[in-house]
């Protein structure tokens, strides 16, 4: 591959790379503004509701809960290249043998996949407001247990990026150590969430403090750490091979491509 080739790939490589750490920030407007404000899912309606109650909040809120969750449900996709960079980013820590990386992806894949469906399940509660509404109630039951108590592969996801945190010791690690705590806080209070099943009111409910509104403000918390993280490490340090680049600057090569350059410079 010729220098001018080399510098090309690196260029879209950077654009590349620099979109998806921005994807975190671009999904959660995406998906928090027509969430909450189109669909008004957000505080989510309590467990205790009727089935009456619940059908006229679909029936009359349908137009705004389509379009809000259809938004929704394409914002969370943006996830994906976001964590795409995370794996990678992990990648460069614990070296080519690691596997913190692939399953910390592997994770993500499942998160965004429930995303996807639980959006899907709201579109089928909201397509025929004329149904039986304990049919639409139980799809809306399964759409806030998916989001409450679909944690296990979650926590290990952030355990991942945790560990890998903690694992670091380069010079300017991705993850300071307090942003490594920070992951596993992450991880740890979302586990609150699997308690929903044995409440329709308090704490643990779906709507309580610990089953919706510390794992998900936490959630947001980490992800943003996580995201500002990356795209400063990516103006002021290299791309995993030793190469200390210019502010501004992001060099993605390949250990084998910053050897052939190297070589050639001499």
């Not at 910390?104 to 089928?124: D, E, Y």
């Amino acid at each position: 591959m010729s220098h001018q080739e080399m510098d090309s790939q690196a260029v879209v490589n950077r654009r590349v790379w620099l979109l998806s750490a921005w994807s975190w920030p671009m999904a959660l407007v995406g998906f928090a503004i027509p969430f909450i404000v189109g669909a008004k899912l957000a505080p989510p309606p309590a467990p205790g509701w009727s089935a009456e109650e619940l059908g006229n909040f679909f029936a009359s809120n349908a137009t705004g809960l389509r379009t809000g969750v259809l938004c929704a449900m394409f914002a969370s996709a943006l996830l994906l290249p976001f964590f795409a960079v995370v794996s990678a980013e992990i990648k460069k820590i614990e070296g080519p043998w690691g596997l913190l990386g692939q399953i910390q992806f592997g994770g993500a894949i499942i998160l965004v996949t429930i995303f996807q469906l639980i959006c899907l399940f709201w579109l089928t509660a909201s397509y025929r407001p004329e149904i039986s509404p304990e049919i639409t109630r139980m799809l809306n039951d399964f759409c806030w247990f998916c989001w409450s108590s679909f944690i296990p592969t979650y926590m290990l996801q952030f355990f991942a990026m945790a560990v890998a945190g903690f694992m670091d010791k380069r010079t300017n690690p991705l993850w300071p150590r307090w942003a490594a705590y920070l992951n596993l806080w992450v991880a740890v209070t979302g586990a609150g969430g699997v308690m929903a099943v044995f409440f329709k009111a308090g704490p643990f409910a779906w709507n309580g403090i610990l089953g919706f509104w510390i794992p998900v403000a936490l959630f947001v918390i980490g992800m943003s750490v996580t995201s500002y993280l990356i795209i400063d490490r990516a103006k002021h340090v290299d791309g995993g091979d030793g190469h200390t680049t210019k502010p501004g600057t992001l060099d993605l090569r390949t250990p084998r491509e910053s050897a052939v350059r190297a070589g050639a410079g001499q």
